[in-house]
């Protein structure tokens, strides 16, 4: 029986398993690649969501600010500010 230098039974067969070891590596550095790139995408997402909270929050502020100066008569602008008040919160709504 023909025995390679490496203790397999041929060299043909030999080249073959370098070849499987090659891909392997390059698949695990791959899949590494895409670990990271998808860690690094769902560091971006996260900031992204904690920011629209921030905003949905502020909204629901000046939302509460409009209604209370639109429906508030002791406020100084009284006068405008209802008018205001009602064109801001229509546009909110829509």
Same mark, same amino acid.
């Given at each position: 029986?023909?025995?390679? $230098?490496? !203790?397999?039974?041929?060299?043909? +067969?030999?080249?073959? *398993? ?6 392997? %590596?390059? #698949?695990? +550095? =791959? *899949? ?8 690094? /995408?769902?560091? %971006?997402? %996260? $900031? @992204?969501?904690?920011?629209? $909270? ?11 600010? #409009? /209604?209370? *100066? /639109?429906?508030?008569?002791?406020? @100084?602008?009284? =006068?405008?500010?209802? $008018? ?6 229509? !546009?909110?709504? +829509?």
């Amino acid at each position: 029986m023909d025995v390679c $230098k490496h !203790g397999r039974l041929r060299c043909s +067969e030999c080249d073959h *398993i370098q070849e499987l070891e090659e891909k392997v %590596q390059e #698949l695990e +550095e =791959e *899949i590494e690649r895409t670990d990271n790139s998808f860690a690094n /995408a769902y560091m %971006q997402y %996260q $900031k @992204q969501y904690e920011r629209v $909270k921030e905003l949905e929050e502020e909204n629901q502020r000046y939302k509460a600010a #409009l /209604a209370k *100066i /639109a429906f508030d008569e002791k406020s @100084q602008f009284f =006068e405008m500010s209802p $008018k205001i008040a009602e064109e801001a919160l229509k !546009g909110e709504s +829509e």
